[in-house]
Every structure is written in C-alpha cells, then in structure tokens.
C-alpha cells in the first residue's frame, strides 16, 4: 500500500508506519524534520505489537537494544538492530534462541561495513589471493570528539565492534586472542577513568596480527585506515574522494568529520539488501545475531584485557550453528 507521506525516498518497498522514542517528542521531530507522518509511541512494546508493523528497526541506545530486539522477536517480526547487539555475549545468546524459536533468520545487526564497496572490494581481492597469505592489519578507528560520558565500555563496544566485527569476516580466520591497553591519554577528556585512546591487538588462529588504534577525539577528523598486510603485497583501503587544493604554497585535501558520509553508500546498500529480502518475506542475509554474538564475546574479552592493564585473553567460540551457516 503506497502512502506519499509514509514512503522512504532512499529504500524502495517500505513505508514508515510507527516510531517511538522514550523521550517525549523526539520521534515526532524527527517525523516532522522528514517531513513524514506515522504513529508516535511513547514505549517500543506498542509498536512491536502494532499490525501495521512488519519490520521492526532498533536504532535506540545500546542499553535498550536487547529488550527491543527480545520484544520484536517474540512478535515474530523482521528485526534490524543497529550494532552492537545487545551489551555482552550473554544478551545475544539470549537473543540467539529467541531468534530459533521462529525457524528461520529474523534479525540482522548493523554491521554496514559488509556493505561498504571499498571493504567488499579488499574482502574479495584477499579471497583472490591478490596479497597472497594477509600477515596483519594496521587499523585506525578515529572519532573526532565524543561527549564525557562516552566511557572506555563505548570505545570497546560501540566503536570498535566494527573492526572485531569486519577483521575475521575480511580474512576468513577466527580470532585467538585479544588485548586492550591505553597509552598516555588525551588531555580531551577529564575523567581519568576513561581510557582514550586505546589500543587493541588482536591474534587469529592462523597468526594474522591485527593492531588498532581506537581514539574517539582524536580532535581532527572522522579518520579510517584499514592496511591488510601480505606476503606479496599490501591493500590499502581507500578514503572518501576530495578535491585537492594547491593554494598559499599548499597542498591539501579535507579529512571528513561525520561518520555519516564516511560510509554513505554503505548504510543504503546495507538498508536496501535488508529490506529487499524482508519485504518479500524472506530471511535477511546480512550480518546475523551469530556474528552479533561472536562480536559480543570479543568485546567481553577486550574489556576483562583493559581492566588487567592489556593482559592477553584467550577466545574459544563454538562452531557457528547450522541454523547460521550460509
Ligand atoms: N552502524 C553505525 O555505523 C552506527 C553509527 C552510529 C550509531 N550507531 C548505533 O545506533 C544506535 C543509536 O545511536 P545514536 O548515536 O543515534 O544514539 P542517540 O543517543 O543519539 O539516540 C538513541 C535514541 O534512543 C532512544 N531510546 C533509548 N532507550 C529507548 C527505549 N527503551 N525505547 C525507545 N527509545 C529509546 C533515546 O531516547 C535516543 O533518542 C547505537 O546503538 C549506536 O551504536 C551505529
């Protein structure tokens, strides 16, 4: 049923029928700025339960994720959750049976980096052998500030998640082991509790070596790099093109700063695959709730490694289960 006001311009296919947010009139706004119209619930069990809801999509705070997602399963509707998946490995167990109960894959988590083109370009150059065997990767997550309450739990579970999450899909390999520990830190952020930057290093079964710097105000940019390392050669993942300007006796090119347009294609692609398939009655086929929780388990291990001062955390994770199996 086409209805002008309800229809999405980006993603064919869907209409916005519900929103909800806990903070009164937030939604509405936001309906308003896009110039939509849709039902405004002040508690996300309406809207789950409502008969105009096909599709559920969690973009609340990670806090709420689960009771979200938990709800919308237990309704039998399609759900995409914005990663992370819930707050630890537990949570997205949790997650995992409900999921079962209805036979078939209902959720996908927002992990968009397997979307992004220039990821799906390395992926497939690494499958092809282009770098023979990868060896290591050098990465970069830098955010440009972040408010005080953005913690060292944000850093690791909220920021970091997309390498834990894109690094073993990028070179086939599961993770050994992880560990966390922070340098000196910024002077950009005064509760000494809070580790920033951070540094993440991370072993897979094969040996592959990973190291990433994860800063969120980093004070000048939205800044990316992803290096895979290999026995023949090295990818490089490529930045947002800017124009160069020579000028004053200078050479420079603008550094993005919103996280946004860094992976704008990467969000509609990600969006339009999920809803492509739901839409038709069919299974999402992007990141599941599986590889929500072999993240979550990451993640878990990452933080006992911060609070031990880096000390290295061995990870063991169980086969992936058929019912996840491509
Ligand atoms: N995939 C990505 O690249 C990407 C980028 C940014 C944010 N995210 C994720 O998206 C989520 C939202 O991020 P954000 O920056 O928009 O956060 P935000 O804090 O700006 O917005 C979250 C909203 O959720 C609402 N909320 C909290 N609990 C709720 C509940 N129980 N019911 C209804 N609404 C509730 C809050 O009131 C708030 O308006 C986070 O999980 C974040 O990790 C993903």
């Not at 109960?101 to 052998?129: C, N, S, T, W």
């Not at 124009?243 to 990467?266: C, G, H, M, N, P």
């Not at 999920?274 to 993240?295: C, K, L, R, T």
Request: some cysteine; charged content about 30%; overall charge negative.
């Amino acid at each position: 049923m086409e209805s002008p006001k309800r229809t999405c311009e980006t993603i064919a296919n869907v209409d916005v029928t519900a929103v909800c947010d806990i903070v009164p009139g937030k939604a509405q706004k936001a309906l308003d700025d896009l110039g939509l119209e849709a039902k405004d619930y002040s508690d996300y069990h309406d809207l789950v339960k409502d008969p105009d809801v096909d599709v559920v999509v969690c973009t609340a705070s990670n806090e709420a994720h689960y009771e979200v997602v938990m709800a919308a399963l237990k309704e039998g509707k399609f759900t995409f959750c914005e990663k992370p998946l819930a707050l630890d490995a537990k949570q997205c167990m949790d997650i995992i049976e409900e999921e079962k109960k209805q036979g078939r894959r209902m959720l996908q988590v927002g992990f968009m980096r397997h979307y992004a083109p220039e990821y799906v370009q390395m992926k497939k150059m690494i499958d092809d052998g282009v770098i023979g065997q990868p060896l290591m990767i050098d990465e970069r997550h830098y955010n440009q500030t972040q408010p005080e309450e953005y913690d060292s739990t944000r850093s690791i579970i909220e920021t970091a998640i997309h390498e834990i999450d894109l690094n073993h899909w990028l070179i086939s390999d599961d993770y050994k082991n992880i560990r966390v520990f922070s340098p000196l830190q910024t002077r950009h952020v005064q509760n000494k509790d809070i580790k920033d930057p951070q540094i993440v290093m991370m072993e897979t079964k094969k040996g592959i070596n990973i190291y990433l710097q994860v800063f969120v105000r980093c004070q000048y940019g939205y800044d990316i790099k992803c290096d895979v390392i290999g026995e023949e050669g090295v990818l490089e993942l490529p930045t947002v093109p800017q124009v160069a300007t020579r000028l004053d006796a200078q050479y420079s090119t603008k550094i993005l700063t919103d996280w946004k347009a860094r992976f704008e294609s990467a969000y509609d692609i990600e969006f339009r695959d999920f809803i492509d398939h739901v839409s038709q009655g069919n299974s999402p086929e992007g990141p599941s709730a599986w590889d929500g929780y072999i993240a979550a388990v990451t993640a878990d291990a990452a933080l006992v490694s911060l609070e031990n001062d880096g000390e290295k955390q061995d990870l063991d994770f169980p086969e992936r289960p058929e019912f996840y199996k491509d």
